[in-house]
């Protein structure tokens, strides 16, 4: 018994010094009892875990050369806007046409830009925790996003306190209201007027237990059938084509290391409601 034990051990040590090695993966001894069990689940387990560590090396390796792509990419689309504003005070009609839609596209490349840059740095450990009331981060978001022709609902107790990283949190509100309101505005053409609203997006929570819950809801279409399954995921989970998803994805990994959780509580032609859990922490 011991000696088939210390070898499944010492292959243990090895691979733990060195999981990338195919050398150290345990080669089964053919048995048919408990250890042989446990030799082949060992090796199915090491195969996996260096399959995925191969994995991740390349997507880290991937990820930083996106990175750097795109914040190169940003200020080259961020010098491009600021020569593209001229534009709107040509003379020439047809120029001055054209000219929000430029602008609108250069707009979107930007926060894709700056989204995947923010993606790819979200990291647990770098959240600064501290107590905020909830009620005035929601009426910041509100007011940051007052030009986006939505009304809104801040229905947060004013003395409701939450432990957590007040710019990740105002972040993940923030996105979570700009994705509902470019939702509601694909269906809301402007139509010559700026100013008409498109719909309603409102922010409620309460204290369950050890937990706050906070809904975020709007007024909008609703999220498509074939993006709700992915809907958290980057790339994958966006409202409208040709989105990147990177918006909800990012407040979801925020969320995630809260300790936190989200998902998508109600979705129909009356509107959507997000549902954010948050440990409670006095």
């Known amino acids: ?48 875990v260096r399959d995925l560590l191969n994995e991740r090396r390349r997507l880290a390796a991937l990820g930083a050369g996106i990175s750097k792509i795109s914040h190169d990419l940003r200020n080259i689309l961020a010098s491009a806007q600021l020569m593209s504003d001229r534009l709107s005070k040509s003379d020439d009609p047809s ?38 009331r909830l009620h005035d981060l929601a009426e910041e978001v509100f007011e940051d996003t007052a030009a986006m022709r939505i009304t809104n609902a801040n229905n947060i107790d004013p003395e409701l306190k939450i432990v957590a990283d007040r710019t990740q949190l105002y972040r993940t509100l923030f996105n979570l209201v700009r994705n509902a309101t470019e939702a509601m505005t694909e269906t809301v053409p402007a139509n010559g007027d700026d100013d008409r609203p498109v719909g309603e997006v409102s922010i409620d929570a309460a204290i369950d237990g050890n937990k706050v819950e906070i809904r975020v809801t709007d007024t909008g279409p609703g999220i498509p059938d074939h993006a709700r399954a992915e809907l958290f995921e980057p790339f994958k989970g966006s409202r409208k084509p040709g989105g990147s998803g990177l918006g909800i994805a990012i407040a979801a990994e925020i ?28």
Do not use: W, Y
């Open 1 to 48: 018994i011991v000696q088939p034990v210390r070898r499944l051990t010492e292959n243990i040590t090895a691979f733990d010094a060195d999981p990338e090695n195919a050398r150290g993966i345990l080669e089964p001894s053919g048995r048919t009892d408990e250890i042989g069990l446990a030799e082949k689940s060992l090796a199915d387990m090491e195969r996996s």
């Open 95 to 132: 120029v001055r046409k054209l000219t929000p839609r430029l602008l609108s596209a250069l707009d979107r490349a930007i926060t894709l830009s700056r989204d995947t840059l923010t993606f790819g740095r979200m990291e647990a450990r770098l959240l600064d925790m501290s107590p905020i």
């Open 255 to 282: 969320i995630r290391a809260h300790g936190g959780c989200i998902s998508l509580g109600r979705s129909d032609a009356t509107g959507t409601e997000v549902l954010i859990s948050l440990p409670h922490r006095n």
